[in-house]
């Protein structure tokens, strides 16, 4: 394995780490908040308030590495999300012992998730605009597509493994529910360990060359994009309503909000419409995230790669799959009509999400890659503010709302995209592209 690939390698691994450790919470998350008898609510806000600072966080610590390093930043969110996790595993356990009321669990673990909001979303915007700095814009789709897999894979194992993370006690001291966020920390350290050893640093290359820290070069190796993006004066500051990106930034907003609302109730719906106990439905739920995660990878891997669609097809392609799914995943009540309804949403949603990222990388030059990747993180973690909050409050009006609803705002968005996402090739691209 040369350089270039065991690099990828690791910034796959900060991707997959992040995934499968705020999966494997969430998945177990409802079964905590019925068993600490705290309103379903309160669940979506224990998210929500940490995807708030993540939206504030991501485009100040993506200019942040224009200056500092990708390096730095990687290694600052891994150890934010280590944090994190350590502090929600620890409040968790304490009311899960009784020591404190379960309000008083939620409102600490908020906090923690507080951490990896302000910290964590330093590393996406900084592996996103690494991985772009090595690729061709030929390349560029394929390669984000990949990394953007990292998600799906760790969104399998994370509540693949979660059930068997639910661990004993500890003497007198009952872990229970609160194992996977200590085990996933523990993951997370060892992580972060492998990479502040062998993730080369380019932080002097920052300092010394300014502008060429817009498009590392992974391992050492220039791509034509790498020098190009080397010669250019300054960085680039790429606004949300900048016309060349701002259809994608629409496209993510909408799609990333259908995904975060149906996602967060699926756990509560899961346990509701098959009638079981929230310890028991950790399974059922943990298969159903599982089909939804392997739609998603299944797509990634093998489907993407063989259709070669440019990020156009693959967003509207997405938009048409996801509004099917979720509006089935709304009206099924059997527990294989949730998993395969919630397989195709999720399918949808593994087209949708990697061509969003690829078009807005592609609609800048190089110097703005930085930008774009920040606002692009920005844009997910928007989705999160509100979403779960506004997803589960209509599941408690009624349960196929949030589904329908997420629906019908994907086919909305399918009508405005085949139009404006119908974008021309920018005028600052690379030479010969």
């Known amino acids: 394995m040369n350089n270039r690939d065991r690099n990828f390698m690791l910034l796959f691994m900060v991707m997959f780490t992040i995934a499968a450790g705020n999966t494997a919470l969430q998945s177990v998350l409802p079964a905590i908040g019925r068993e600490l008898k705290v309103r379903d609510s309160w669940v979506a806000a224990a998210f929500s308030v940490s995807a708030l600072l993540w939206v504030i966080a991501a485009p100040f610590w993506a200019n942040r590495s224009d200056r500092r390093g990708r390096r730095v930043m990687v290694l600052l969110g891994l150890s934010g999300f280590v944090c994190s996790l350590s502090l929600c595993g620890l409040f968790l356990m304490a009311g899960i012992n009784g020591w404190i009321g379960g309000t008083l669990t939620f409102f600490l673990f908020i906090g923690g998730r507080l951490l990896y909001g302000l910290f964590g979303s330093a590393a996406p915007p900084a592996v996103q605009a690494l991985v772009a700095g090595s690729t061709t814009r030929e390349e560029r789709t394929k390669a984000l597509t990949l990394l953007g897999s990292a998600f799906g894979l760790g969104t399998i194992l994370g509540p693949a493994i979660a059930p068997y993370l639910v661990v004993g006690s500890i003497g007198s001291v ?25 993730l ?43 016309p060349r990106v701002r259809a994608w930034m629409i496209a993510g907003l909408v799609m990333g909000h259908a995904q975060a609302m149906t996602g967060q109730a699926i756990g509560f719906l899961v346990i509701d419409r098959l009638h079981l106990d929230p310890v028991a439905a950790l399974q059922p739920l943990g298969l159903v995230l599982i089909m939804g995660a392997g739609a998603a990878l299944l797509v990634q891997w093998g489907i993407i790669p063989l259709l070669n669609l440019k990020p156009r097809g693959l967003v509207l392609i997405g938009l048409c799959a996801a509004s099917i799914g979720t509006a089935l995943t709304g009206l099924a009540t059997s527990h294989y009509g949730i998993a395969l309804a919630f397989a195709l949403s999720s399918a949808g949603f593994g087209f949708a999400r990697p061509g969003f990222t690829a078009g807005a990388s592609l609609a800048v030059g190089p110097g703005g890659q930085g930008s774009v990747a920040g606002k692009v993180t920005s844009v997910n973690g928007a989705s999160f503010v509100l979403g779960p909050s506004i997803g589960v409050g209509l599941y408690e009006l009624s349960k196929p709302l949030p589904y329908l609803l997420a629906a019908a705002a994907l086919v909305a968005m399918m009508a405005y995209g085949w139009r404006a996402l119908a974008a021309p090739a920018p005028v600052d691209a690379l030479p010969g592209e």
Request: proline share 6%.
């Open 174 to 198: 009952r872990i229970g529910l609160a194992g996977p966020a200590f085990i996933a920390a523990i993951f997370g350290a060892l992580i972060l360990s492998v990479v502040a050893r062998l």
């Open 200 to 242: 080369p640093n380019d932080t002097a290359m920052a300092e010394a060359h300014g502008a060429a820290t817009a498009y590392p070069s992974i391992g050492g190796q220039s791509s034509g994009a790498s020098i190009t993006a080397a010669t250019h004066p300054v960085m680039e500051r790429v606004a949300y309503f900048d």
